[in-house]
């Protein structure tokens, strides 16, 4: 099982910054795919973003263009680069590790709160 700690969530006002972090650990597992997933109040988790092994990625179409994700994979780490912030991106945003084993693991979560 993969440990997963993230960090850099809190609050902004809209049009805002944020950069979450993630590192994982624990696991002799390697990690193919890692990304961020959000649930907001009243709705069900959702994806933002992933990015495979070989930087292929996937976004969520609400953030293509003002979210980017990226991978240190030599340190297990994958961030979350948010720009232009909206309150509709208002949630708690997991971290998830896929290993090649099929094995899937998620963060506790971290908080991001636009304010209008």
């Known amino acids: 099982q993969v440990q997963l700690v993230e960090s850099g969530g809190g609050l902004v006002q809209a049009g805002g910054s944020l950069r979450l972090s993630c590192v994982a650990s624990g696991s002799d597992f390697t990690i193919n795919v890692m990304g961020w997933y959000r649930r907001a109040p009243g709705k069900q988790r959702e994806l933002v973003a992933v990015?495979?092994?070989?930087?292929?990625?996937n976004y969520a179409p609400s953030v293509k263009g003002r979210f980017t994700i990226s991978r240190d994979n030599a340190k297990n780490t994958v961030y979350l680069q948010m720009n232009s912030l909206k309150p509709e991106d208002t949630a708690v945003y997991y971290c998830?590790?896929?290993?090649?084993?099929?094995?899937?693991?998620w963060g506790q979560g971290t908080q991001v709160t636009v304010s209008s």
């Open positions: 990015a495979t092994r070989s930087d292929i990625t």
């Open positions: 998830n590790a896929l290993a090649y084993s099929g094995s899937s693991s």
